[in-house]
């Protein structure tokens, strides 16, 4: 069989040349690693992610369960452990060593440190799924399933009945020196770095530093709970569970800042670029960096606010939640303020960009929600977490990361985006897909499904919750499916882009330029904008507007006298059409009249 012209074994060394970066220097070739084995773990717990969806679904719709108990726990757990260490953590050092190179323009040292510890993280992956046997069965969730005991410990010998080989602890401790093992050697490079400026470093370089230092101080709990484990499963010490909980929590709940904050950091380096004008105010920006470091890691407990601990303790947690709470108020008005008036093209990178900002705003609401004792006490331990959490990886933290790599992405390769119209279906798919997992989880603990849940109530509202989530996952991954062929093809067939030596603003206007929003979105754009145009001859833009809210206010009134119980379909839509026509008569109907 004649292979096609783009697919022969020249081509195909292309590929895997381009994909390693085997023609650059060392530092290239490592990022490129990481962000290729990232990809690759990242693939693996998207499956696994798709098998949870798989066995809550049809036991929803149809009363059956697909997989055994182990495979479904244990799929749960190789989601978490591979979607967010193997891939994002290792992603999020790949793009700082990235740019700490090219920002400080930085001589790399220490080779020997980075390698060791881009070796033990992926070895740690390796270690905490457990044996794989490929004859009789293919087994990769033995140690992972051993999280159907949800309290901690996990499988020590004389503290749990389902007792786990070490190997379980040695992985988590090959993870805990990645953490720090790559974590100095980013921190020594910035110490090189600064010894030789007289200038201070720029805002996202500061985010990219106090990231490092944030992972670092958040691994403290778990790496002694680690090795506290290990040692109590020889039975040299004892174990007390609560105590080693809230130690693990350490770094349960700082987690979140570590993978948040890199979108932050892509946020203070692209809404600058994107609106061409200068941050409002680096002194906000500084200050808001150092009170994340200082307030992410001492919230540790906030989510146990149920178990047995002072509860002055639990008060002074609450408080420390709301803490958190000014440096991010502080961003999102200098972000703001940034971006106000400024005139920029809509293009892939700008989209995720604006993604990124919008959703760190709705899920950080969420967030303060569980932070708070009265409302825990309702949530805790329900999917509401669950989608606090992924509301704040899937609509902030990834759109952050793929805005940054939809222009790194020509730099490390030299090559344009293959295809425009896919990155645009990329964008819009996962999306939608991702706000439809956020507000299925939601749902799913406002009526208090437990997480981990295998089963549960076979309730209309929950059953469809339940639909609403895996429709939403199978849109995401598809759409990110169609992103990674996009990334082969650019690597295969892509133009050159010419971006080598060009400063990083200029790329990102080209690379944004060349993925600006297809022609078909302005020409179905065109009747609408005329329409408009024959509204403001009888109506202003505002009040035309307002006639809209008006109508759709009425509708809503339609749509409720038709639901047969409060816990349908019909209640959610006349909730958001009620909503919707209310913001469209109050905003603009207001604005025209110059009240506002």
């Known amino acids: 069989m004649n292979l096609p012209s783009w697919l022969t074994q020249s081509s195909i060394w292309r590929l895997v040349s381009s994909l390693f970066q085997l023609d650059k220097d060392w530092t290239a070739r490592m990022v490129t690693a990481m962000l290729v084995m990232g990809v690759a773990w990242g693939f693996l717990g998207t499956i696994d992610s798709l098998m949870v969806r798989i066995q809550e679904t049809l036991w929803g719709f149809a009363g059956l369960l697909q997989f055994t108990p182990q495979e479904y726990y244990g799929a749960i757990?190789?989601?978490?452990?591979?979607?967010?260490f193997g891939f994002a953590q290792q992603i999020i050092y790949a793009i700082i060593i990235f740019?700490?190179?090219?920002?400080?323009?930085?001589?790399?040292?220490a080779k020997w440190l980075l390698i060791t510890s881009f070796v033990a993280l992926n070895v740690s992956m390796m270690f905490i799924e457990g044996p794989i046997i490929l004859t009789p069965t293919f087994n990769d969730n033995y140690f992972a399933a051993g999280s159907w005991y949800y309290l901690s410990p996990l499988g020590i010998p004389g503290y749990s009945s389902y007792v786990l080989s070490p190997f379980f602890y040695f992985g988590w401790l090959l993870l805990d020196f990645f953490t720090y093992g790559a974590g100095i050697w980013i921190v020594y490079h910035y110490y090189v770095a600064t010894r030789q400026m007289k200038q201070r470093l720029p805002v996202p370089v500061v985010f990219f530093l106090m990231i490092i230092l944030l992972f670092m101080l958040g691994y403290s709990g778990v790496t002694a709970a680690d090795v506290w484990d290990v040692l109590a499963y020889y039975h040299v010490v004892g174990l007390v569970p609560i105590d080693n909980q809230i130690l693990f929590w350490i770094f349960g709940h700082s987690v979140v800042y570590m993978l948040w904050l890199p979108a932050v950091a892509a946020l203070y380096l692209l809404v600058p670029i994107l609106a061409r004008r200068p941050l409002y105010s680096e002194r906000m920006g500084r200050l808001?960096?150092?009170?994340?470091?200082?307030f992410s890691n001492n919230v540790p407990i906030h989510h146990l606010y149920?178990?047995?601990?002072?509860?002055?303790?639990?008060?002074?947690?609450?408080?420390?939640?709301?803490?958190?709470?000014?440096?991010?108020?502080?961003?999102?008005?200098?972000?703001w303020a940034t971006a106000k008036g400024?005139?920029?093209t809509w293009n892939v990178i700008s989209a995720f960009t604006v993604t990124s900002f919008a959703g760190a705003i709705g899920a950080g609401v969420t967030g303060i929600a569980n932070g708070t004792i009265a409302f825990d006490a309702v949530i805790h331990n329900t999917?509401?977490?669950v989608g606090h959490f992924h509301a704040m990886i899937l609509l902030s933290i990834v759109p952050g990361a793929m805005a940054v790599f939809y222009y790194m992405m020509p730099m490390l390769t030299g090559r344009e985006w293959y295809s425009k119209s896919m990155a645009w279906g990329h964008f819009w798919g996962y999306v939608v897909g991702a706000a439809m997992i956020s507000v299925g989880f939601d749902q799913l603990g406002l009526y208090g499904i437990v997480r981990r849940s295998?089963?549960?109530?076979?309730?209309?509202?929950?059953?469809?919750?339940?639909?609403?989530?895996?429709?939403?996952?199978?849109l995401a991954a598809t759409a990110t499916l169609l992103w990674g062929l996009n990334v082969v093809m650019t690597v295969l067939r892509g133009k050159l882009a010419n971006v080598e030596g060009l400063p990083l603003d200029q790329v990102v206007e080209k690379v944004g330029e060349e993925l600006s929003a297809p022609t078909v979105l302005a020409s179905v754009s065109t009747p609408v904008r005329s329409v408009l145009s024959v509204s403001r001859r009888a109506?202003?833009?505002?009040?035309?507007?307002?006639?809209l809210g008006a109508a759709l206010i009425v509708v809503s009134s339609f749509v409720i006298a038709f639901a047969h119980s409060t816990y349908d379909l019909y209640t959610w839509t006349w909730i958001v059409l009620l909503t919707i026509g209310i913001f469209l008569v109050a905003i603009p109907v207001m604005r025209d009249s110059k009240a506002v």
């Open 383 to 385: 999917m509401w977490v």
């Open 454 to 474: 295998e089963i549960y109530p076979r309730f209309p509202a929950v059953v469809d919750a339940e639909g609403l989530v895996t429709v939403g996952a199978v």
């Open 306 to 335: 149920m178990v047995n601990i002072p509860v002055s303790l639990k008060i002074l947690q609450e408080v420390f939640t709301y803490a958190v709470v000014v440096p991010s108020m502080m961003t999102f008005f200098n972000l």
């Open 288 to 294: 808001s960096a150092l009170l994340y470091l200082i």
């Open 539 to 547: 109506l202003s833009r505002g009040y035309s507007l307002g006639v």
């Open 342 to 344: 400024a005139k920029f």
């Open 77 to 84: 757990t190789l989601h978490a452990s591979r979607d967010l």
């Open 99 to 109: 740019f700490t190179i090219r920002l400080l323009n930085l001589q790399p040292r």
